[in-house]
């Protein structure tokens, strides 16, 4: 049976280099891993006054799906050498309200993709610091920086490097193994 992987997108861009490639990932997963992307890009900011009686349905839905995960992908962009605010958003979401976070140990890997020549870097290592602190076990390796990523796509979004398959595709099978471990 496949692991059930949440997959959160750092961007709402039309035309998103974040989203090709999370698309990209689930048609690489092996019959170990089943990606569903959750969508982010409608959650209110999080306002704790708003989790007092009834919170708004959109957070539910998003901490359900959440829940209702194996594992967590998170395939973001970098901006200003940190994690774009709707990822940080969802985050907060779903880690509240207090004691009951729906990410509280559950398997997660990071790809992280720039047109740039860092791959977002900065993002990748700034997204595990809140991780670490939710209790998310996060794969070390192999890491995945996609950086020129407009090069690696065609104009329909797929990927056009048998490279890029092949490592994005290994680092998918080194996730199952991880989410193993750590399930």
Same mark, same amino acid.
């Given at each position: 049976?496949?692991?059930?992987?949440?997959?959160?997108? =750092?961007?709402?861009?039309?035309?998103?280099?974040?989203?090709?490639?999370? #698309?990209? &990932?689930?048609?690489?997963?092996?019959?170990?891993?089943? @990606?569903? %992307? *959750?969508?982010?890009?409608?959650?209110? &900011?999080?306002?704790? #006054?708003?989790?007092?009686?009834?919170?708004?349905?959109?957070?539910? !839905?998003?901490?359900?799906? /959440?829940? $209702?995960?194996?594992?967590?992908?998170? *395939?973001?962009?970098?901006?200003?050498? $940190?994690?774009?605010?709707?990822?940080?958003?969802?985050?907060? %979401?779903?880690?509240?309200?207090? =004691? !009951?976070?729906?990410?509280?140990? !559950?398997?997660?890997? %990071?790809?992280? /993709?720039?047109?740039?020549?860092?791959?977002?870097?900065?993002?990748?290592?700034?997204?595990?610091?809140?991780? /670490?602190?939710? #209790?998310?076990?996060?794969?070390?390796?192999?890491?995945?920086?996609?950086? !020129?990523?407009?090069? @690696?796509?065609?104009?329909?979004?797929?990927?056009?490097?048998? #490279?890029?398959?092949?490592? &994005?595709?290994?680092?998918?099978?080194?996730?199952?193994?991880? %989410?193993?471990?750590?399930?």
């Amino acid at each position: 049976m496949a692991y059930d992987v949440a997959v959160l997108v =750092g961007s709402l861009r039309k035309g998103s280099f974040s989203r090709a490639v999370a #698309d990209n &990932l689930a048609t690489l997963a092996t019959d170990k891993l089943k @990606l569903r %992307i *959750v969508e982010i890009g409608e959650l209110p &900011l999080y306002n704790p #006054d708003l989790d007092e009686g009834s919170p708004p349905a959109t957070w539910a !839905k998003f901490r359900s799906e /959440v829940v $209702s995960a194996d594992a967590v992908l998170f *395939v973001t962009p970098e901006y200003n050498r $940190s994690i774009p605010g709707l990822l940080k958003n969802a985050i907060d %979401i779903g880690s509240r309200p207090y =004691g !009951k976070s729906a990410w509280k140990g !559950k398997p997660t890997a %990071i790809v992280s /993709v720039s047109p740039g020549n860092l791959g977002a870097f900065g993002a990748n290592h700034h997204l595990r610091q809140p991780l /670490v602190f939710l #209790d998310m076990p996060v794969m070390q390796q192999p890491e995945a920086y996609i950086s !020129k990523v407009g090069d @690696l796509l065609d104009k329909d979004g797929k990927f056009v490097s048998e #490279d890029t398959k092949s490592f &994005l595709g290994g680092f998918l099978t080194a996730f199952a193994t991880w %989410i193993g471990r750590n399930k």
